[in-house]
């Protein structure tokens, strides 16, 4: 999700995208550690959202 679309939504669509991404990436770890992932660059994607959403959050308050 690019950050002009986190930008234009409120503090719970972007909670709710918090925890939903760290789920995603938990899985990923998960994954990745069975041998599933073929996509290991899903996981740096994540990371990089989850980033964006934190510091949303930390400037909105």
Do not use: P
């Not at 939504?9 to 709710?16: C, F």
């Amino acid at each position: 999700m690019k950050i002009a679309e986190l930008r234009q939504r409120n503090k719970e669509d972007l909670a709710k995208n918090l925890s939903e991404d760290r789920e995603k990436l938990r899985q990923l770890r998960f994954d990745l550690a069975a041998g599933k992932v073929k996509n290991v660059r899903e996981i740096r994607k994540i990371k990089k959202e989850i980033a964006q959403i934190l510091t949303l959050l930390e400037v909105n308050k």
